[in-house]
């Protein structure tokens, strides 16, 4: 089993950056891809961004690109999604999901393993 616990989710204002963390624990050995995901409220979970654990390859989605960018320690077994100039748009609750199968992929059911989730509100 793998463990994922995200942190550092918050209030900040529009324009404004906020680094949310996703520590992954237990068998991290089998994760090869782990990915951030967001819901807000009444809308669809979406992807934001996806890196492979091991070659260090990254995706995002059209709405975060240029904004967002995701990084792993190793060392750590964590992961970060770094955002800058936020928007109102952005408020959501970010979860951390994690894959055995290799490849970054879009689709909430794709992933195995999901963290509780950490909630972002951006202030217009």
């Known amino acids: 089993q793998v463990q994922l616990v995200e942190s550092g989710g918050g209030l900040v204002q529009a324009g404004g950056s906020l680094r949310v963390s996703c520590a992954a624990s237990g068998r991290t050995f089998s994760i090869s891809t782990l990915g951030w995901f967001r819901q807000a409220p009444g809308k669809e979970r979406e992807f934001v961004a996806g890196i492979n654990w091991g070659r260090i390859n990254s995706y995002y989605a059209d709405s975060v690109k240029g904004r967002f960018t995701i990084s792993r320690d190793a060392a750590k077994n964590t992961v970060y999604l770094q955002m800058n100039s936020l928007k109102s748009e952005d408020t959501a609750v970010y979860s951390c999901?994690?894959?055995?199968?290799?490849?970054?992929?879009?689709?909430?059911?794709?992933?195995?393993?999901w963290g509780q989730g950490t909630q972002v509100t951006v202030s217009s």
């Open positions: 999901a994690a894959k055995s199968r290799m490849g970054i992929t879009t689709t909430a059911n794709s992933y195995e393993y």
